[in-house]
């Protein structure tokens, strides 16, 4: 799970690197980080609401597995 972890931050620094060499603006700065604050937000309150108040005994293995099960119901 940590190199897994580690991947994940390695690709999303590397991933922010590029987009800031190629344009390395404030506003662009900006938009970047809101995006990933947004996104890291809206994941985080999905496994939430889905835990809290659809269903918390049920165990999700990602955000696929959520939106199956979403999906075809209880």
């Known amino acids: 799970m940590l190199v897994k972890a580690i991947l994940f931050i390695t690709i999303g620094c590397v991933s922010a690197a590029l987009v800031l060499a190629k344009d390395h603006s404030l506003a662009t700065i ?3 980080a809101l995006m990933i604050w947004a996104f890291c937000r809206a994941y985080y309150f999905a496994f939430y609401v889905i835990t809290n108040y659809i ?11 959520a939106i199956i099960f ?5």
Request: charged share 15%; glycine share 16%; with cysteine.
């Open 55 to 65: 269903d918390g005994s049920y165990c999700y293995s990602g955000i696929v597995s």
């Open 70 to 74: 979403l999906i075809r119901g209880k």
């Open 30 to 32: 900006t938009l970047l």
